[in-house]
């Protein structure tokens, strides 16, 4: 079968290239997958330049989701999932014609869902669902500050928070992400391009408080984020698009600027501090993945939760794919197809 592989790091265009590799081997609980097509994560980003530890080393087969069908069955996996379209989680592997992963993080898919659509419903969709529902509940009333939320991740948060009846906090760059965060609903859009975002979020906010913050940001946000929380808020940290640089030095200015955590100050203050990695979720907790990825999927079939999309590239696209992802100017699902 063909992959996408990662020969080194760098250059999207210069360390990712299509090659012949084995298919994958189906074990006990796992599923193989004829693929549609795959999903990029801001992940794969830094994987791609060397910045995200728990990618494996080059060379290497990337890739945390795909859409397709159920083409094997492992010893233990019920038998009613042979043929079925789905859409999966993946745990490497995604970039190629076929993948295996468990079928505890396989969900059915309708036959006429768009890729991109079923694409976001995975990593970001369970991720999204796992925040707002599990890690830190989301409520009627809350003040809800999510960042990067025209992001894969963000624009369902966003959608989450307003259908339980909170007022978001949407921070992005650009009008063009303004407008669209308004047509969802968002009470207050953030535009990081017009400055201080946090002093912005300070000014609307009055002498209130944000109850619930989503920061994929890291670095000198973080620290903001912590002064803007009130007694009882939590802070969800889930990612660390801030850092920009390789090697010790960019690790020690990015951990530097989010300056100093003392557990005492936060429950003296009230406030709580949760670190999502999903890939950890699903080695301790799998049936967590199953329940987040059957929520997310119901939630799309039900027509509330709509995935935007920013488009599906054709199969040698995948670099201009990780190059628009990491231009920071798409907006929703960045996805390929086979």
Known sequence: ??????LGHGEPERVLALREVPDPVVGPG???IQSEGFGLNYADVMAVQGLYRDAPPPPCVLGYEAVGRVVGLGDGVPAGLLGKRVVAMTRFGGYAERVATDHQAVAVIPE?????TATALATQGCTAWYMATLAAPLRSGQRVLVHSAAG???QLLVQLALRRGCTVFAVASGERKMAYLRTLGVQHAIDRALG?????????????SIDVGFNAVGGRSFKQDLALLGSGGVLVLFGGAERGSKGAFGTLRFVWSMGLVV??????????LIGVNMLRIS?????????????VVEAANDGWLVPAVHRV??????????????????????????
């Open 1 to 6: 079968m063909q992959a996408w592989r990662l």
């Open 30 to 32: 796992s599923v193989l």
């Open 112 to 116: 006429d869902m768009p890729l991109g």
């Open 152 to 154: 894969g991740v963000g």
């Open 196 to 208: 201080d975002p946090a002093g912005q979020v300070r000014r609307l906010l009055g002498p209130a």
């Open 263 to 272: 557990p005492i100050l936060l429950m003296m203050r009230s406030k709580g």
């Open 283 to 295: 080695e301790h907790r799998p049936e967590l993945i199953a329940e987040c990825l059957r929520g």
């Open 313 to 338: 590239f054709d199969r040698d696209g995948l670099p201009e794919a990780v190059r628009a992802l990491q231009g920071g100017a798409t907006i929703g699902k960045v996805a390929v197809r086979w």
